[in-house]
């Protein structure tokens, strides 16, 4: 009877875990369509309020220069978080841990505590885009930014190129910390000012990176596909002519708002 038990909820728990990454999987397809702005309009006008965006310290280290391949198409940052707490500042054995343990589709958000010194550079970039990682973010140093520029990725084929791995920190700094203590993995950590856990969604393009768990990006996904749409057409509307005004309320919005009354700008 104990063994029936065991097994079902054995049974269960697999169930679950198979839903869930058949879950992420969907959202992460779905984030492809959509922007940071998108999706930050659609929290606050569903009135969640659960996306909590990184501190705009944290900056693209990845960006494309003159020596950048022009086969290079950098996409979105759109992964799962796997978190890393150094307990040593100016230690980068954690970093090196945690990204011997990250795989395909996951981003290394790193906590470096007090730390100036370097804690990722050129080459863990390189292996990061080898394992299919979408993204290191560090609190803290990362080097070798002219090689992070530049790299074209160090996969196999076309997909290497289309996906890189792209790197934020809040410092930069040539000078590199030690290799001794092991910090803690997987872990709720501070990163660019936010709460991460293991297992959240998170999502950079140019405008920032935020931050939610599923059930969160899953409640405003639609509300943000439908922002993207509806300002695809107010742009194509404006490049043929009319005013962004006239295909808005704008003018009764303002008028309510005059006269006391409660009213919401909204698109035609």
Known sequence: ??????????????????????????????????????????????????????????????????????????????????????????????????????????????????????????????EAERRGVRGLIVDGAVRDIAEMGRQSGSGSGNESSHTRCHCYSTSVNPYSGTIQSLGRMQVEIECGGVSVSPGDVIMGDADGIIVADIESIENIIDAAEEIVAKEGALMT??????????????????????????STLQFK
């Open 1 to 126: 009877h104990h063994r029936y038990i065991d097994t079902l909820m054995r049974s269960s728990s697999s169930l679950s875990r198979l839903s869930r990454l058949s879950r992420l999987s969907t959202i992460l397809k779905r984030l492809e369509a959509v922007d940071t702005a998108a999706l930050c309009d659609a929290d606050k006008s569903c009135g969640f309020h659960a996306v909590q965006v990184m501190s705009s310290t944290m900056t693209l280290r990845t960006r494309t220069t003159n020596n950048t391949p022009k086969h290079v198409k950098r996409k979105n940052m759109i992964g799962i978080a796997r978190t890393v707490q150094l307990t040593q500042p100016n230690d980068f054995l954690a970093v090196l841990s945690g990204l011997n343990d990250a795989t395909n589709g996951e981003i290394l958000c790193v906590n470096t505590i007090t730390s100036i010194k370097a804690v990722a550079g050129g080459m863990f970039l390189t």
């Open 237 to 262: 509307g404006m490049r043929e002519g009319r005013s962004l005004h006239s295909m808005t309320n704008f003018d009764e919005h303002v008028a309510r708002l005059r006269n006391g009354q409660e």
